[in-house]
Each structure stands twice: as structure tokens, then as C-alpha cells.
């Protein structure tokens, strides 16, 4: 049995990063790593990972106009609810038109109506997935394209190749860094996950996306824990936050103090449990409380 732990936050920047980071390191190799925050990827800048295998990721299609065969007639525009068709000037003629691919919301409109059949439908490259090799293990990840879509899509396969990597290397653990929110990339980071971790911060904001990210998780009825980073910045706050979080049923297992070493770990391309910080002591002890089975 493979046991699956998302480090997730219902906002950036709350520490989740360094927090799977250290996990990571924790794991001493007993488990697969994977990056599951397609949109704003950044584990790889602390594992400086040593990339094996690079696939395309495709979802969707995109509209292009062949200039050889377009008549400049304009119906593209015309129907097109998102701008996406603009026209290119010619020194003689009509002008012709371009697919702004930013715009293109691949609805296929302009496609099915042209007169001249002069717009392609190729399949949308959106972004990339990676298998590399990193000091702590393999680590599953992706890079989504400038202003790409369907990441919910890419974290599902990001886990999927993890899941494969642990089956076939004999492992059982899974250690993901999830999205932030609760959006559909953190719904299909979280999805039949053997256990979540959210990292929250003692801030009103971070008390209130504590309580929506624990109500996704709630919902799809996966076994919850607590951590507060920064804690010491406001030790009231983050009495409250650890007693809602126990009245919603999720587990609260530490508290990490705040520490400047955890820049000084970042500019190092370390996890903070790599270097002598204070704070790496309390995830320890996070990591600890959680209780994982390796099965090594």
C-alpha cells in the first residue's frame, strides 16, 4: 500500500514549500517526490533536481489561421466571443487575420464557420512533465505554460507517473507539494490522498483559508493535520487557529517558530532541515507527529 502525504495551504506563502522540502529530505530516500503546484512550480529550485525525462504535456486544441488560404472575410472576428481573431495589414487587399493565442479559448467556432476553411485546429501544447533525480529520491514534476490551462489535468498525471515510480522502486510513501487555494489544481492534488498537511500562518487571512481548505478536505473525507508556521508572531491567533482546527475534526501536529534561517536555507538551495536553524527542529518534530509509514 502506498500512503500518499499533500503538503497543501489555503494561501501562498504560508511556508508549504519548505515545509515538503524538508520532507523530502526526511524521507532519506525512502520516498517518491512530487511537485503538484503546476502553476507556480518551485521545489526544484531547493532539490536542484538533474532532469531524466522531459514529456509535452497537451490539453485542448487552439485555433491558427492558414495565411496562404485565409480571404480576410473577417467572419472569425465576427463570431468570436474573446477577441482572439485580429487582423494583420496588407499593403494591398483585405486584411488578413491571426489567432492570438493568449485569447483562444479553443472553442472551435471560428473553425467550424470559416468559409475558406482556412483555420487549423491543432492540439494546445501547455507545459511539461518531468521525472528527475534529486539527493532525497525521484521527484515527479511539471512546468505549466504562460497562461495554460487544465492544470488540474497536469497535477492528475504529475501524481499518477509518481504513484508509477513508487510501485515499480518498491516504495511507499508518496511526498507532494500541493497548490494553494481550493481551486481544481489543489482538488486533484487531494483527491484519494492518504493523508493531508496544511500549513497555515497566524494571520486573519490565513484563519480563513485554514477554514475553507479544511472544509475541501472535509468533503472528500481524507485524514487531516495541522501545522502553524510563524507561530510566535502571534501565539493568540494561533491558539485559535489550533482549537477551530480540532473542532473541525483535523489533527493539530506542531508548531514551527518563525527563523530567518529559512532564508538563509533558500539562498543555500537547502531544505531548512539541511542547515543548523532552529526552526528545523519543529518540523522534525511535524514530521514525527505525523506518524507516516514508509515501509522501509
Request: proline fraction near 5%; charged fraction near 25%; include cysteine.
Given at each position: 500500500m502506498i500512503n500518499e502525504l499533500v503538503v497543501i495551504s489555503?494561501?501562498?506563502?504560508?511556508?508549504?514549500?519548505?515545509?515538503?522540502?524538508?520532507?523530502?529530505?526526511?524521507?532519506?530516500?525512502?520516498a517518491v517526490i512530487a511537485d503538484c503546484d503546476v502553476d507556480a512550480a518551485d521545489l526544484h529550485l531547493v532539490l536542484a533536481?538533474?532532469?531524466?525525462?522531459?514529456?509535452?504535456?497537451?490539453?485542448?486544441?487552439?485555433?491558427?489561421?492558414?495565411?496562404?488560404?485565409?480571404?480576410?472575410?473577417?467572419?472569425?472576428?465576427?463570431?468570436?466571443?474573446?477577441?482572439?481573431?485580429?487582423?494583420?495589414?496588407?499593403?494591398?487587399?483585405?486584411?488578413?487575420?491571426?489567432?492570438?493565442p493568449v485569447a483562444c479559448e479553443g472553442c472551435?467556432?471560428?473553425?467550424?464557420?470559416?468559409?475558406?476553411?482556412?483555420?487549423?485546429f491543432p492540439e494546445r501544447l501547455?507545459?511539461?512533465w518531468l521525472v528527475s533525480e534529486t539527493r532525497c529520491g525521484t521527484l515527479v514534476h511539471a512546468c505549466l505554460g504562460v497562461a495554460a490551462e487544465n492544470s488540474g489535468k497536469l497535477v492528475s498525471m504529475v501524481r499518477r507517473e509518481a504513484r508509477r515510480v513508487a510501485e515499480e522502486n518498491g516504495l511507499s510513501l508518496i511526498v507532494t507539494d500541493g497548490p494553494p487555494g481550493i481551486g481544481c489544481p489543489v482538488i486533484a492534488s487531494v483527491t484519494g490522498a492518504s493523508q493531508v498537511l496544511v500549513v497555515t500562518e497566524p494571520t486573519v487571512s490565513g484563519e480563513h483559508d485554514l477554514e475553507r481548505v479544511l472544509k475541501l478536505a472535509r468533503h472528500f473525507d481524507i485524514r487531516t493535520s495541522v501545522c502553524v508556521n510563524k507561530w510566535d508572531i502571534n501565539?493568540?491567533?494561533?491558539?485559535?487557529?489550533?482549537?477551530?482546527?480540532?473542532?473541525?475534526?483535523?489533527?493539530?501536529?506542531?508548531?514551527?517558530?518563525?527563523?530567518?534561517?529559512?532564508?538563509a536555507a533558500q539562498t543555500q538551495a537547502k531544505a531548512v532541515v539541511e542547515i543548523d536553524a532552529p526552526s528545523a527542529a519543529d518540523i522534525r518534530s511535524v514530521w514525527e507527529n505525523l506518524k507516516l509509514e514508509t515501509g522501509n
Amino acid at each position: 500500500m502506498i500512503n500518499e502525504l499533500v503538503v497543501i495551504s489555503g494561501k501562498g506563502g504560508t511556508g508549504k514549500t519548505s515545509v515538503a522540502a524538508s520532507f523530502a529530505v526526511l524521507a532519506a530516500g525512502r520516498a517518491v517526490i512530487a511537485d503538484c503546484d503546476v502553476d507556480a512550480a518551485d521545489l526544484h529550485l531547493v532539490l536542484a533536481p538533474k532532469i531524466l525525462a522531459s514529456t509535452d504535456f497537451k490539453s485542448g486544441h487552439e485555433a491558427v489561421i492558414l495565411r496562404e488560404t485565409c480571404t480576410g472575410c473577417g467572419l472569425c472576428a465576427e463570431l468570436c466571443r474573446f477577441g482572439a481573431p485580429t487582423p494583420v495589414k496588407r499593403p494591398f487587399g483585405k486584411p488578413l487575420y491571426e489567432i492570438d493565442p493568449v485569447a483562444c479559448e479553443g472553442c472551435g467556432v471560428c473553425v467550424r464557420f470559416c468559409p475558406a476553411k482556412a483555420i487549423a485546429f491543432p492540439e494546445r501544447l501547455c507545459g511539461e512533465w518531468l521525472v528527475s533525480e534529486t539527493r532525497c529520491g525521484t521527484l515527479v514534476h511539471a512546468c505549466l505554460g504562460v497562461a495554460a490551462e487544465n492544470s488540474g489535468k497536469l497535477v492528475s498525471m504529475v501524481r499518477r507517473e509518481a504513484r508509477r515510480v513508487a510501485e515499480e522502486n518498491g516504495l511507499s510513501l508518496i511526498v507532494t507539494d500541493g497548490p494553494p487555494g481550493i481551486g481544481c489544481p489543489v482538488i486533484a492534488s487531494v483527491t484519494g490522498a492518504s493523508q493531508v498537511l496544511v500549513v497555515t500562518e497566524p494571520t486573519v487571512s490565513g484563519e480563513h483559508d485554514l477554514e475553507r481548505v479544511l472544509k475541501l478536505a472535509r468533503h472528500f473525507d481524507i485524514r487531516t493535520s495541522v501545522c502553524v508556521n510563524k507561530w510566535d508572531i502571534n501565539p493568540e491567533m494561533t491558539e485559535r487557529i489550533e482549537r477551530r482546527a480540532a473542532e473541525a475534526g483535523a489533527r493539530v501536529t506542531g508548531r514551527i517558530r518563525y527563523d530567518r534561517a529559512v532564508t538563509a536555507a533558500q539562498t543555500q538551495a537547502k531544505a531548512v532541515v539541511e542547515i543548523d536553524a532552529p526552526s528545523a527542529a519543529d518540523i522534525r518534530s511535524v514530521w514525527e507527529n505525523l506518524k507516516l509509514e514508509t515501509g522501509n
